[in-house]
């Protein structure tokens, strides 16, 4: 059986494109916002979005403060006049000291109409369904006049700069000869599976929690999987075998062996190695998962896909306890998804 607590809020770009999907096929047209540059104090990240309606409603942030009501203003003569426009806020700006950006904190924000007509319903949807499918797209935008690319991460022929997009979640604004674009990363964010409900995993799953990553435990233990050990957590007290392709495994997915039992962990493993996703570690001393490999090679996992395993599991600071190894276990994945990468082995 699964164990899901309350649903989380969907991510805010999420329901401001949702929303925005609403208003244009109500009104035939949208304004949406985007922070394309910040620098300093900015407290919305590049990316960061917020849909007008043509009646005044609004979704989502660009500055969590009073840089909102300009905005909107600007929104409203945009959904007229159909023009896009380049909005910048800087520490000079009264409406920036509201908004917090006064330690030389400076935010630009392209706002721009998406029309039904041209295109914008199929746009909109096809980022939704992206998002909610947990499939990375990139966005370019042509600021001169708005006219769009959309890359997803299975396209063949990908320019570079947009390939490293899906890797790096990072947006940002690019120099060509034709004047800025921006590249909008909307990649799912990065989810962890924790299979086997230890004392190492309880504490990995509430780092991960509080550090923004969507965590969910698997252990057929039912007495290990148990909601009073895990508040608040998805919890999954199957075989990893039989819910891990329910799950779905994919790029922005590490899955982290912790059962220290081999029956389970194997069977997690075998299914992780021939994924894409982007992290695959496992608890265990290296005498541990010699023993390991073996079982994986007569299991037919080749040794190209067992050297993706990090063994010993998270990055060497001397871990002894489980909270200091839960540490170093979740060091080495937020490595994975947003630093240097290195071999694993």
């Not at 190492?200 to 290990?224: H, K, M, N, T």
Request: charged letters at 25%; aromatic letters at 4%; glycine letters at 10%.
């Amino acid at each position: 059986m699964s164990v899901s607590p309350t649903p989380h809020t969907a991510r805010d770009e999420i329901g401001v494109l949702e929303a925005a999907r609403g208003w244009l096929e109500k009104d035939g047209a949208v304004a949406i916002a985007t922070v394309v540059d910040t620098w300093g104090s900015a407290p919305v990240p590049i990316g960061g979005q917020m849909a007008v309606s043509a009646d005044g409603r609004f979704k989502g942030s660009v500055s969590g403060g009073c840089i909102e009501g300009d905005v909107i203003v600007e929104a409203d003569e945009i959904l007229e006049t159909g023009k896009p426009k380049l909005l910048e806020f800087g520490v000079a700006d009264e409406t920036a000291w509201r908004a917090g950006l006064p330690c030389g904190g400076k935010v630009k924000v392209y706002v721009e109409r998406v029309k039904a007509e041209d295109g914008g319903n199929e746009l909109l949807s096809k980022a939704v369904e992206a998002q909610q499918s947990r499939r990375g797209l990139v966005i370019e935008t042509r600021l001169k006049d708005g006219s769009k690319t959309v890359f997803a991460r299975e396209d063949a022929g990908v320019p570079d700069d947009v390939a490293k997009r899906f890797s790096t979640a990072k947006s940002g604004l690019v120099e060509t000869p034709d004047g800025e674009v921006f590249l909008h990363a909307l990649v799912p964010p990065a989810r962890i599976i924790v299979v086997g409900a230890s004392h190492i995993g309880q504490v990995l799953a509430e780092i991960a929690r509080l550090s923004g990553y969507e965590i969910q435990v698997v252990d057929p233990r039912s007495a290990f999987a148990a909601p009073d050990r895990f508040p608040g957590i998805t919890l999954h007290a199957e075989w990893p075998q039989d819910v891990l392709p329910k799950i779905g495994l994919d790029p922005y997915t590490a899955v982290v062996a912790l059962a220290h039992v081999g029956h389970i962990d194997d069977e997690a493993l075998k299914l992780a190695l021939r994924s894409d996703c982007l992290y695959v570690g496992a608890l265990g001393s290296q005498r541990n998962h010699a023993k390991r490999r073996e079982r994986l090679l007569a299991a037919g996992i080749t040794e190209e896909e067992i050297a993706r395993i990090r063994a010993p599991i998270g990055i060497d600071i001397g871990a002894q306890t489980p909270a200091e190894i839960a540490v170093s276990v979740m060091a080495d994945i937020i490595r994975a998804v947003r630093g240097p990468k290195r071999k694993a082995g």
